[in-house]
């Protein structure tokens, strides 16, 4: 652990909802750099987890910031698709992050597997990630997880990536159709970041 008080952090990603959220759930007393500060391009991504890319991330914007990082690597795991698309959920989306390519190609993959798949319960869980490093040492890094369902057809337009075909459990709205501020709340970043409040 530092010794003393986080008072200056950067939230190390170049996803706009992702840093929306993050600085949303962080101390109001840190102050907040995001990698457009600096100018940064995303490290390559070669971790085989989603925690192992969160320390990737991390480390690498820590040290061309020269500033305590928190980075997060979440997505989405289909059961029934062997968890897929998991570590790949960014990918999905091509390059330019489209993600209704993303969740058509979910949709296209649901239907190779089973025509019938509407019907039926279909399970999944959104995985975050969150890691503090400061350069090459990790502070903390932890895993929240929500369960819920793929819903059959695509609802809402809040949120952002695959929050408009996931249900969590227990709830009748996707994440895309919830208000920022309740999704805030449940989701898998808070559930992660509920582990890692101690250390800011």
Not at 51 to 69: A, D, G
Request: aromatic fraction near 10%; hydrophobic fraction near 35%; glycine fraction near 8%.
């Amino acid at each position: 652990m530092l010794k003393k008080k986080i008072s200056k952090i950067l939230v190390g990603t170049n996803n706009k909802g992702k840093l929306k959220e993050i600085k949303g759930l962080l101390p109001k007393s840190i102050k907040t750099f995001s990698t457009s500060d600096f100018n940064l391009k995303s490290p390559a991504e070669n971790g085989q987890t989603f925690k192992e890319n969160s320390i990737i991330k991390s480390k690498y914007f820590s040290k061309k910031s020269n500033l305590v990082c928190i980075a997060d690597d979440s997505g989405l795991e289909i059961d029934c698709l062997d968890k897929k698309p998991g570590i790949f959920s960014a990918r999905w989306a091509g390059s330019k992050g489209d993600f209704n390519k993303a969740i058509k190609r979910v949709y296209r993959e649901l239907d190779k597997r089973d025509k019938n798949w509407r019907a039926k319960k279909i399970k999944a869980r959104f995985v975050c990630a969150l890691s503090i490093c400061y350069f090459d040492k990790i502070i903390s890094s932890v895993i929240g997880k929500i369960e819920g369902y793929i819903s059959k057809d695509i609802r809402g337009k809040n949120g952002f990536g695959y929050d408009p075909i996931f249900i969590p459990k227990k709830r009748k709205q996707t994440f895309g159709e919830m208000k920022f501020s309740n999704k805030c709340k449940i989701d898998h970043r808070s559930i992660a970041f509920k582990k890692i409040k101690k250390f800011l």
